[in-house]
């Protein structure tokens, strides 16, 4: 894009003639290969909001509102993930570029079997992250590897918070009373 600047310098006029170049990337701060990471991530994180609201939906149906309401905010926390990483790709010069998200399974059995699927994927997300870190490392991106922390501790926080539903509702079994509890305590949960 052709743009035409003035310069005022002691009172005297400088004009010139400069080009933007607006292909975004030329000049990014992050190596293509972790800027193509990064956007995996962010379908990563985009792919658990949807599977966080399947299960939501799931839930409702069966009536436990309160286990649904935990997904729902739990969905919206994957998007605010997903956000935090398409922004610092784009503060770091780089493309965001994003793709279609998988569909994610819809049946399931109770409550029990969502939050130990949620478990087991809160972990793969870990690792993910965790590899993540690693590759900044070994590229020596320090700023990413510095970005990548928070998701490091917020991982350490999900998987504690879904290994202890599952430990709460392995411990309960099938005691219809005992469930309802825990379905009314996960209702209380609100977004951040």
């Given at each position: 894009?052709?743009?035409?600047?003035?310069?005022i310098?002691y009172?005297?006029?400088?004009?010139f003639?400069y080009?933007?170049?607006?292909t975004?990337?030329?000049e990014?701060?992050?190596s293509?290969?972790m800027?193509k990471e990064?956007?995996?991530?962010?379908n990563r994180?985009l792919?658990s909001s949807?599977?966080?609201?399947s299960?939501?939906?799931?839930?409702?149906?069966?009536?436990?509102d309160?286990?649904?309401q935990f997904?729902k905010v739990q969905?919206r926390?994957e998007?605010?993930?997903?956000?935090?990483?398409?922004h610092y790709?784009?503060e770091q010069?780089?493309?965001?570029?994003l793709?279609g998200?998988?569909e994610?399974p819809s049946d399931?059995?109770d409550?029990?079997t969502?939050?130990?699927?949620s478990l087991?994927?809160?972990?793969?997300?870990?690792?993910?992250i965790?590899d993540?870190v690693?590759?900044?490392v070994?590229k020596k991106d320090?700023?990413?590897?510095?970005?990548?922390?928070?998701?490091?501790t917020?991982?350490?926080e999900?998987?504690?918070t879904?290994?202890g539903?599952v430990?709460?509702?392995?411990?309960?079994?099938?005691?219809g009373?005992?469930?309802?509890?825990i379905?009314?305590?996960?209702?209380k949960r609100?977004?951040?």
């Amino acid at each position: 894009m052709e743009c035409f600047g003035v310069v005022i310098v002691y009172g005297l006029n400088y004009t010139f003639n400069y080009t933007i170049n607006q292909t975004r990337g030329d000049e990014s701060m992050i190596s293509q290969e972790m800027e193509k990471e990064l956007n995996e991530q962010i379908n990563r994180e985009l792919y658990s909001s949807y599977l966080y609201l399947s299960m939501a939906t799931f839930l409702a149906e069966k009536n436990f509102d309160g286990m649904a309401q935990f997904m729902k905010v739990q969905a919206r926390e994957e998007v605010e993930h997903a956000m935090k990483i398409y922004h610092y790709i784009e503060e770091q010069g780089g493309r965001v570029l994003l793709k279609g998200i998988d569909e994610p399974p819809s049946d399931f059995t109770d409550p029990l079997t969502i939050f130990e699927k949620s478990l087991e994927h809160e972990k793969f997300v870990t690792k993910s992250i965790h590899d993540l870190v690693s590759l900044a490392v070994d590229k020596k991106d320090y700023a990413t590897k510095a970005f990548l922390d928070w998701f490091v501790t917020e991982q350490v926080e999900e998987e504690a918070t879904m290994d202890g539903i599952v430990n709460k509702l392995k411990m309960i079994g099938d005691k219809g009373h005992a469930l309802l509890m825990i379905d009314a305590q996960l209702g209380k949960r609100e977004g951040h």
